[in-house]
């Protein structure tokens, strides 16, 4: 089974994705995670998620991009649940960090997007159950074009995962 969270910032999506792969059964749980610290907000981040998971036996696999490669750092995947967090902060390291996708994701977008959705659906592939999390971001007319860019691979590559997902949950952040 594939979920795939959605959820604007800080609306509570990972913590839906948890309370999903815990209530799944498996040998292994895996946590993927893709984000890469460059600050001190960042490390906040991280070690805020590692709290909320602390206790629920996720082994923890760190792996920026080129996602599907996380499935050699694991055993007994076929009877395990991984939670990927998150598409955002992939599509991000594989727009900047992924030697071979930097230049691919403003020559064509649409096959970047196409190998990033295939990297995913590899990785769901060779385990059990997967829960995925990722953002929705709206555009605003005063971002740069890196950052347009960024926001509609984003959600190209969430339109491609949602047509192999069996179940796409969306979270809003509860407004005052």
Not at 18 to 37: G, N
Not at 119 to 148: C, H
């Amino acid at each position: 089974m594939i979920y795939l969270i959605i959820g604007t910032n800080s609306s509570g999506k990972s913590l839906e994705a948890e309370r999903i792969a815990c209530s799944l059964e498996a040998i292994r749980r895996y946590y993927v995670a893709t984000m890469l610290i460059y600050d001190e907000d960042g490390r906040k981040r991280v070690e805020k998620h590692r709290k909320q998971r602390e206790g629920k036996g996720f082994e923890t696999i760190e792996i920026p991009f080129a996602i599907d490669n996380a499935l050699g750092r694991m055993e007994d995947k076929e009877k395990s649940v991984v939670l990927l967090e998150c598409i955002s902060n992939l599509v991000g390291n594989e727009m900047y960090e992924n030697p071979e996708r930097k230049e691919l994701c403003k020559l064509n977008p649409d096959l970047f997007a196409d190998q990033v959705a295939a990297d995913v659906r590899k990785l769901t592939e060779g385990v059990k159950d997967t829960v995925i999390v990722t953002n929705e971001f709206v555009a605003d007319k005063n971002s740069d074009e890196m950052t347009r860019l960024y926001i509609q691979l984003c959600s190209m590559v969430n339109e491609r995962i949602k047509t192999f997902a069996d179940k796409v949950i969306c979270i809003k952040k509860e407004t005052a």
